[in-house]
């Protein structure tokens, strides 16, 4: 069972997914690239992506470990840490290969989980 802290810190992950993918909606990779206005607010929305998956329980960690945790993390701390040399193409490249994925996986896992709550509650 998820614990209440996860699902929150969980959900922190999708809304900051969320985020992240309409700010770059409709935008190039080009056009991403010369937008400081975007590239700071994804790298914000990462850094908060990254930080609720440091926070999430290591108990739920290797329940789902089908989803890179350590990637995640590491890419926070990349950001928080080595801010002069992002890679916007490899940021660009993670928002359009890898986010859909988790996104996917923490939605899944919210239905889930709902699922599980309603045939508790019917009985």
């Known amino acids: 069972m998820i614990l209440d802290r996860d699902r929150v810190l969980a959900n922190h ?7 992240i993918q309409l700010f ?3 935008l190039s990779i080009t056009a991403f690239a010369e937008n400081d206005l ?5 790298v914000k929305k990462f850094e908060i992506i990254g930080e609720a998956a440091n926070k ?3 108990p739920f960690k290797e ?9 995640i993390i590491g890419m926070r ?4 840490h080595d801010y002069t040399g992002i890679d916007y193409e490899g940021v660009w490249n993670t928002i359009e290969i890898h986010l859909p994925a988790l996104k996917d996986a923490l939605q899944e896992l919210r239905f889930s989980e709902e699922k599980k709550r309603e045939l508790e509650s019917a009985f």
């Open 56 to 58: 999430i329980s290591v």
């Open 38 to 42: 975007v590239k700071s607010a994804v």
């Open 77 to 80: 701390n990349f950001l928080i």
């Open 63 to 71: 329940q789902h470990a089908q989803i890179p945790w350590r990637d």
């Open 24 to 26: 770059i909606s409709g």
């Open 13 to 19: 992950i999708l809304d900051a997914a969320d985020a």
